[in-house]
């Protein structure tokens, strides 16, 4: 026993003392000019918890002049790697033929982006104490990300001073801005380096469960249920109360059982529910069938995670579930270095997460981050119903009235590349003389549940209003 956790430990101090480069992905593109690092953060060497990361410095010779962002995906429990790097804003996106296309939307040609399957049990991360994956929770989410986030730094000291910012979309919304006030504590206790948080971008963000998942309206308005059903939606049984029984592990009331079993029957089985426009993937073969995870958690992992894409590659969900599995890439990646007994996968893996933090509000915490100057974005694709860009705007629109921040903006259409890209609005507060934007809300044209991957431009022009503290492009601009 005695040599084991003295194995165990001289690992866990390998993984933390070192940054791993990666030298090549398997299939990616030969003319790759910036470096990628990945591998593992330990959050807690007694327990041997450790979070795997994703590093890509940002495309230019100036790299460590360029901001510093870290993302994480929702579920709770789904991957950020899987997610964020391969299918929304990562630097390439796997092919049918096992190769890496070069993205040429990623982030990274804005910021240096760090991506962190977040929390243990989730994609690659891991923890060697069985208790860990019981009950766990957005707190000790929010404690093992700021745990990671300080040593990640130790490991990346050149990155200390850079402007930080969090992104991140659906769940994120309860990670990001909870992260984001452990930040701000941090940063107050003496003898330390604080973190420069510098901004928070949010895409259909779940904020408030009796606000943010409310559908019905949404879905009516685009044709897709019927008067009645819409009616039956409000008064009997809606997307809020439907989730808040199964959250208490209670069974389906015979009302919103009827409701919800009409409304699927309405929308239809081939229809997204998180991208109006999406097409699903069509096999041509077993090798590239879509992949469709199998949640031993039920309809809320279903709920918050995807299947398929509007303007992106249908069929990519498969394709990276297949290429991280891939012996050789997850030894590229410096990933699976303890056997894990399970394999790679989007959302599901041995965490048991408490589903009662889907009722927490967390449109307070994004007040309090308001109040301390900290910018914040929240996007929203307008092709999802799962977090409707309806509900997200209420939200923004009542946080700029109760913190009395006047409109820098009237609402209306910002441009990407000359094009529409969507619709938004900016607040802010007086301050030397002018106006200081703090909150923008802001939709994305034909964006789904990522915006990223179904509107890739529209959604790096967003991210780059962030960081550059500028406004959308509007007509005139």
Known sequence: MAFYLFTLLFLLFIHNSCAELIKALPGQPSNVSFNQYSGYIVTDAEHGRALFYYFAEAQSPDHLSLPLTLWLNGGPGCSSIGFGVFMEHG??????NGKLLKNEYSWNLESNMLYVDSPIGVGYSYSNTSSDYKLWNDAATAEDNLRFIVNWFKEFPQYKDSEFFLAGDSYAGHYVPQLATLIMKYNKQPNIRPIKLRGIALGNPLLDLDISV?????LWSHGAISDETLMLEKTVCNNSKYLREFVHGNNH????????????????????????LSPFCIPISTSTEQFKPIDKHGKIHK??????????????YGRIFTYLNKPKVQKALHANTTHLPFHWDFCDGPL????????????????ELLKEGIPIL????????????????????SLAKDLKLLPVTTYGPWYNDKQVGGWSQSFGAFRDGKNVT?????????????????????ALTLFRSLLT??????PHN
């Open 253 to 276: 009331s015979q009302g919103c059982n009827q409701v919800f079993d009409r409304i699927s029957e309405e929308v239809g089985a081939d229809i997204d529910r998180q991208d109006l």
């Open 469 to 474: 503290g500028s406004p959308l492009p509007r």
């Open 91 to 96: 630097p390439f996106q796997p092919r049918e």
């Open 303 to 316: 709920t918050m995670a995807r299947r398929g894409a509007s303007t992106g590659d249908p069929c990519i």
């Open 352 to 367: 048991v997460y408490q589903f009662e933090d889907f009722e927490l509000n967390i449109i307070p915490l994004v007040s």
């Open 214 to 218: 409310l559908g019905g309206e949404y």
């Open 378 to 397: 929240l996007y929203s694709g307008d092709q999802d119903t799962k977090i409707p860009l309806t509900q997200t705007r209420l939200i923004a629109n």
């Open 438 to 458: 703090n909150l923008t809300f802001a939709t994305a044209r034909g964006g789904a549940h990522e915006v990223p991957f179904t509107s890739p431009s529209e």
